[in-house]
């Protein structure tokens, strides 16, 4: 009954979560997408009315006018929209799915006491200081006199983060090693917003009130964060899906695989924002798809020679599949913390073992991340026999 009021606590949290995360991100892509496509007011009364760009646009049942204000507007209308709460729930959703998917059930999805053997608590200990700890770090480097030379910066983060990445898989399994990436990169977001973006907008408007030119400084505190957010966006978004894709976290180079779809997804990123500004460079595309396909490249599994297997090996892969697997793989899974079969996916019957050959030789064999933490301890003649006998029965 816990463990089936957990994953529906899990589906609930993540259902918010998403949502939030749309709320959030559309509307950055919006506004990134709005500023770019302004134009210089056309009326002089406009031009009088101290507007620096506008824009029209039509959309689901209307016309559109937008105007921007960069210094004040005549006068702070009575509501004014502020865009915060998107990103809070967001990160306070994706906070408690950390928690209820990775900490409580911290043996399956974050420790592998195959990369390091340490305790439950100094894995959670471990995760959250990594997230902390990023953004202060961060937070400093952006204060830092190394922030007046934007390529300095962007070059020791990138160097930071490669570091990171690499850091995380040496003591968590690549699934929990991922997603403490993403979560640390999504709470630098958040806090941009909550610490920095925030708290400019809020003197901006504290000056226009009093009919004072803000201070320029808050102005291009905000930007650089806001900037920062928009490359950071895509890398995050990938992390949040790639628990489905063994593949990636599972690799023997994870945290390599990690950093160079993360490029990409901010290059894919750059590239739109250039678009918008109607000077995109097909580099900044080639050179996103080149690492797409470098690290399709680098996980293209290796052959399998399919030596012949016999009819006693069926016996042993059954036995191996009963201790290792079935016991979360199962109509009715035994393991504590585990409600029902993982995906649907049940390794009970003979039937179900044969036709399921490939997909267990790829989670056991060849990406490796089954059992997860390689918590039922699968030996290596193990898994080598089950590739064979994956390979024999395909070939057959
Ligand atoms: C401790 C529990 C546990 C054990 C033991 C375990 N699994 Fe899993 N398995 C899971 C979980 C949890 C998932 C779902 C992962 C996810 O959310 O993406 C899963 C998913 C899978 C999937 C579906 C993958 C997909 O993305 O569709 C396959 C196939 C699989 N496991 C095979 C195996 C094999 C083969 C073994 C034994 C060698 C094994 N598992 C042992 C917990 C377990």
Same mark, same amino acid.
């Given at each position: 009954?816990?463990?089936?009021?957990?994953?529906?606590?899990?589906?609930?949290?993540?259902?918010?979560?998403?949502?939030?995360?749309?709320?959030?991100?559309?509307?950055? +892509?919006?506004?990134?997408?709005?500023?770019?496509?302004?134009?210089?007011?056309?009326?002089?009364?406009?031009?009088?009315?101290?507007?620096?760009?506008?824009?029209?646009? #039509?959309?689901?049942?209307? /016309?559109?006018?937008?105007?921007? +204000?960069?210094?004040?507007?005549?006068?702070?209308? $009575?509501?004014?929209?502020?865009?915060?709460?998107?990103?809070?729930?967001?990160?306070?959703?994706? +906070?408690?799915?950390?928690?209820?998917? @990775?900490?409580?059930?911290?043996?399956?999805?974050?420790?592998?006491?195959?990369?390091? $053997?340490? =305790?439950?608590?100094?894995?959670?200990?471990?995760?959250?200081?990594?997230?902390?700890?990023?953004?202060?770090?961060? $937070?400093?480097?952006?204060?830092?006199?190394?922030?007046?030379?934007?390529?300095?910066?962007?070059?020791?983060?990138?160097?930071?983060?490669?570091? %990171?990445?690499?850091?995380?898989?040496?003591?968590?399994?690549?699934?929990?090693?991922?997603?403490?990436?993403?979560?640390?990169?999504?709470?630098?977001?958040?806090?941009?917003?909550?610490?920095?973006?925030?708290? =400019?907008?809020?003197?901006?408007?504290?000056?226009?009130? &009093?009919?004072?030119?803000?201070?320029?400084?808050?102005?291009?505190?905000?930007? &650089?964060?806001?900037?920062?957010?928009?490359?950071?966006?895509?890398?995050?978004?990938?992390?949040?899906?790639?628990?489905? @894709?063994? /593949?990636?976290?599972?690799?023997?180079?994870?945290?390599?695989?990690?950093?160079?779809?993360?490029l990409a997804?901010a290059l894919i990123r750059v590239w +739109? #924002?250039?678009?918008?500004?109607?000077?995109?460079?097909?580099?900044t595309?080639?050179a996103a798809?080149?690492?797409?396909?470098?690290?399709?490249?680098?996980?293209?599994?290796?052959?399998?020679?399919?030596?012949? %297997? %016999?009819? =006693? $090996?069926? %016996?042993? #892969?059954?036995?191996?599949?009963?201790?290792?697997?079935?016991?979360?793989?199962?109509?009715?899974?035994?393991?504590?913390?585990?409600?029902?079969?993982?995906?649907?996916?049940?390794?009970?019957?003979?039937?179900?073992?044969?036709?399921?050959?490939?997909?267990?030789?790829?989670?056991?064999?060849?990406?490796?991340?089954?059992?997860?933490?390689?918590?039922?301890?699968?030996?290596?003649?193990?898994?080598?026999?089950?590739?064979?006998?994956?390979?024999?029965?395909?070939?057959?």
């Amino acid at each position: 009954m816990a463990a089936y009021a957990l994953e529906w606590l899990n589906l609930l949290v993540r259902w918010l979560h998403v949502i939030t995360g749309i709320a959030w991100i559309g509307a950055s +892509f919006y506004f990134v997408w709005l500023d770019n496509h302004l134009e210089a007011p056309s009326k002089a009364s406009d031009i009088e009315r101290d507007v620096s760009g506008e824009l029209w646009a #039509v959309h689901g049942g209307g /016309f559109y006018h937008a105007e921007k +204000f960069r210094a004040r507007p005549p006068a702070i209308p $009575d509501r004014l929209h502020w865009f915060k709460w998107e990103a809070y729930w967001t990160w306070l959703s994706g +906070f408690a799915l950390l928690i209820i998917v @990775y900490y409580v059930g911290a043996d399956i999805h974050l420790i592998d006491r195959s990369v390091a $053997d340490i =305790s439950r608590s100094a894995a959670i200990a471990i995760g959250l200081s990594c997230i902390a700890i990023g953004w202060v770090v961060y $937070d400093v480097l952006c204060k830092s006199l190394l922030a007046r030379n934007n390529n300095a910066l962007s070059l020791v983060l990138f160097a930071l983060l490669c570091g %990171t990445a690499w850091g995380l898989t040496q003591v968590f399994g690549g699934r929990g090693a991922y997603i403490h990436f993403g979560a640390m990169l999504g709470t630098i977001m958040v806090a941009n917003v909550a610490m920095v973006i925030m708290p =400019s907008q809020r003197a901006m408007v504290r000056a226009a009130e &009093q009919g004072k030119v803000p201070d320029p400084r808050y102005g291009i505190a905000g930007k &650089q964060r806001s900037v920062h957010n928009t490359y950071f966006t895509l890398p995050v978004l990938f992390v949040m899906m790639s628990s489905h @894709y063994a /593949f990636t976290f599972g690799h023997r180079y994870n945290w390599a695989l990690l950093i160079a779809l993360s490029l990409a997804g901010a290059l894919i990123r750059v590239w +739109f #924002v250039d678009r918008h500004k109607g000077k995109q460079s097909a580099l900044t595309l080639i050179a996103a798809a080149a690492l797409i396909l470098l690290v399709f490249w680098t996980g293209i599994p290796t052959t399998q020679i399919a030596t012949k %297997t %016999t009819a =006693s $090996d069926y %016996t042993r #892969v059954q036995a191996i599949i009963a201790q290792r697997c079935a016991v979360c793989h199962a109509a009715s899974p035994v393991q504590p913390g585990i409600a029902a079969a993982p995906k649907g996916v049940i390794f009970e019957s003979e039937a179900q073992i044969r036709s399921q050959a490939i997909l267990i030789a790829q989670q056991s064999a060849i990406t490796r991340v089954m059992p997860p933490g390689n918590l039922t301890q699968m030996t290596e003649d193990e898994r080598a026999l089950i590739a064979r006998w994956a390979a024999s029965a395909q070939a057959r």
